[in-house]
């Protein structure tokens, strides 16, 4: 995913310490795979960081344009790096304009599969599978050293807190550390809020002529339904489930890939249109060799660990994962509550199965296997990985935009339920989520509503 326990910068897994205990805020948690970032820069200190724009025909039900749509994911450009190339991807998300080859250097794995792919290109898209090199949010300064999933040591991964302290160096920003949004009040001529100072404990209050609220889907929907006293009201929060397909590869790979220099971010892009598997387009993403991979399988064969230890080094040089997603149609939902415990507020958070989702995996298994098979890849799937509801961090649609909202929807500007000055800026205003990469989707729509708001 974009974003899990499992990816730990450094070593650290300080994007997920819960400072002002909102788990404790919180019931249902321990039943869904998603978690609340409170981290300067959130959960872009442990991303992957792949990126892909919407498709068209995806979001052709949202409020937004397609004009409009492509000229904020332009925008980003100037301050997110993005390596990409022109190739089958381009055609098939085109509000990201590529020009020149920027791509990161693929693996010799990566490379093999994606001549294998090319081979097969002409019979794939009859079939409705697209494929391409993995669009990323990193400078094109790779260095090769392998480090990308333990933190990049030259800092070429896009991370939001990189954009922050150039814009408080700058003086442009006022950065206030320590503060927790408890609650906001709209005025006539301006918003309150209302926030808790945690190294001092006081109750601080800021004002100003307008609101954004980035906060991340389960804080931003505790401190909107907080402010509107929205007790007991259910809002459903959308997903789009993943899961882990582990393969492997029929060739020997030469050289070693664990000695060649590399980056281990995900390395292809596989797309799926096929109206017998899913009304919307499936996603994968492919990862090549990686040292998680061998402290993976020691980790789940730990009592036989030291005698399968030549088996496990063996095999994982020969491993390819590939991670799919899914449209938020055919996935779990969560449903959330604002209730009253005592004399505080609590967030429930309920999983809601959905029956479309075992179908539309056994339907994407059938197809990945003849997908894989095409290309010399075998894919094992007995060791299929299913993800809990929220675990693929690709989230939101709490407040969905509307041109017309009612209650708690939000307007095309993220303004909930009739407020002027306050806007929703993170992915809680999405109508759906498709099943393509969400953050330079939630970047593009936060530039649109903050520079639409201001003008």
């Given at each position: ?17 819960d ?23 959130g959960l ?91 669009r ?75 609101l954004?609220v ?10 909107v339904?907080e ?12 997903d ?20 060649v ?23 994968f993403?492919?990862y ?5 991979f ?15 230890k ?37 967030l429930?958070?309920?999983?809601i199965q959905?029956?479309?989702t ?12 003849s ?23 690709h ?5 969905p ?14 303004r ?13 205003v ?26």
């Amino acid at each position: 995913a974009e974003s899990s326990d499992g990816e730990r910068p450094f070593g650290s897994g300080f994007q997920f310490r819960d400072p002002v205990g909102f788990a404790a805020m919180t019931s249902g948690l321990d039943n869904i795979g998603l978690k609340p970032s409170f981290a300067q820069g959130g959960l872009s200190n442990g991303w992957g960081p792949a990126v892909l724009p919407y498709r068209v025909e995806d979001i052709k039900d949202w409020p937004i344009g397609e004009d409009e749509w492509a000229r904020h994911y332009d925008a980003l450009r100037s301050f997110v790096p993005i390596a990409s190339r022109h190739d089958d991807l381009a055609d098939l998300f085109p509000l990201l304009r590529v020009g020149q080859d920027t791509t990161l250097p693929q693996s010799t794995q990566a490379t093999k599969l994606l001549k294998r792919f090319h081979e097969r290109r002409e019979s794939l898209k009859e079939s409705g599978v697209y494929f391409g090199i993995a669009r990323q949010a990193v400078a094109n300064e790779c260095r090769k050293c392998s480090m990308c999933l333990y933190g990049c040591p030259y800092r070429l991964i896009f991370n939001a807190s990189h954009v922050l302290e150039r814009l408080v160096e700058s003086g442009q920003v006022e950065y206030q550390r320590g503060h927790y949004a408890l609650r906001f009040d709209e005025a006539p001529d301006g918003v309150r809020l209302r926030s808790h100072h945690l190294p001092s404990g006081e109750i601080t209050e800021h004002t100003g002529s307008r609101l954004f609220v980035a906060t991340g889907v389960l804080p931003t929907a505790k401190l909107v339904l907080e402010s509107l006293n929205c007790f007991d009201q259910p809002i459903v929060l959308l997903d789009s489930h993943h899961f882990l397909i582990p393969m492997i590869h029929a060739w020997w790979p030469r050289p070693d890939p664990a000695t060649v220099p590399h980056h281990t971010l995900t390395q292809l892009f596989i797309e799926i249109l096929d109206p017998t598997i899913a009304e919307n387009l499936v996603h994968f993403q492919l990862y090549t060799h990686n040292d998680h991979f061998a402290a993976d399988m020691r980790q789940r064969l730990r009592p036989f660990e030291g005698l399968l230890k030549p088996a496990i080094e063996h095999l994982s040089r020969r491993l390819v994962v590939a991670q799919g997603f899914l449209h938020s149609n055919e996935s779990a939902r969560m449903e959330l509550r604002l209730i009253r415990v005592g004399g505080t507020s609590q967030l429930s958070v309920r999983a809601i199965q959905n029956p479309r989702t075992e179908l539309a995996v056994k339907r994407v298994i059938e197809k990945w296997r003849s997908i894989t098979r095409a290309v010399g890849l075998y894919a094992l799937f007995p060791l299929l990985r299913p993800g809990l509801p929220g675990s693929s961090y690709h989230c939101g649609g709490t407040f969905p935009m509307r041109r017309n909202p009612e209650g708690l929807e939000t307007d095309v500007l993220g303004r909930p339920a009739g407020l002027r000055r306050v806007f929703l800026v993170d992915a809680s205003v999405f109508p759906s989520i498709p099943a393509s990469t969400i953050t330079l989707s939630v970047m593009a729509n936060a530039h649109r509503i903050a520079t639409s708001a201001t003008d």
